[in-house]
């Protein structure tokens, strides 16, 4: 074979290398995730931060958030400030227990409700929050209406300060 040819053969190979691995940015610090065709974005927590850490979505639209722990350890992720129609999932006041409440994010002990004992009611107006067990997953479907830039953070003792925080964009 003609060196040309190797060489090309060789830089094909390694383009595709390249795309197969770019796109995951373990540092968090890459583009904003945006909704797949079916409206799903999804995040990992590991390794104190979240991945991605930036998520852009479409004001009006139905999304489902999917979070994942993936170091064995147990997470939250709560978005300080938005209120968004809950469709369903997400996590309870019982289930959030929010080891760092947001202001006006605080869940009264009266209403909180027992784990295993539901989810918002279908149309409701709430925050995004979500929990994890350790290896665990949860989800939300809502549709946010109020265009915005949002902080989350994990709400378990000294994963914010460690730096388990994103940025939600809402255009």
Known sequence: MNHRVLGAIAMVGVVALA??????????????ATPDSLGVVEIAAKNLKFVPDKITIRAGEMVELRMM???????DLQVAGLEVE????GA?????????????????????????????????????????TADGEDSITFIATEKGKYEFWCTISDHKEAGMVGTLTVE
């Open 69 to 75: 722990s993936e170091d064995g350890q147990e997470h």
């Open 92 to 132: 309870t006041g019982a289930e959030h227990q929010m080891a760092t409440p947001m202001p006006g994010m605080e869940t009264p002990a009266k209403d909180m409700e027992t784990p295993g004992q539901g989810e918002s009611p279908s149309g409701e107006m709430g925050p995004i929050a979500m929990h994890t």
């Open 86 to 89: 809950v469709m369903e999932g």
């Open 19 to 32: 795309a197969a691995c770019g796109g995951n940015d373990d540092d968090g610090d890459g583009a904003a």
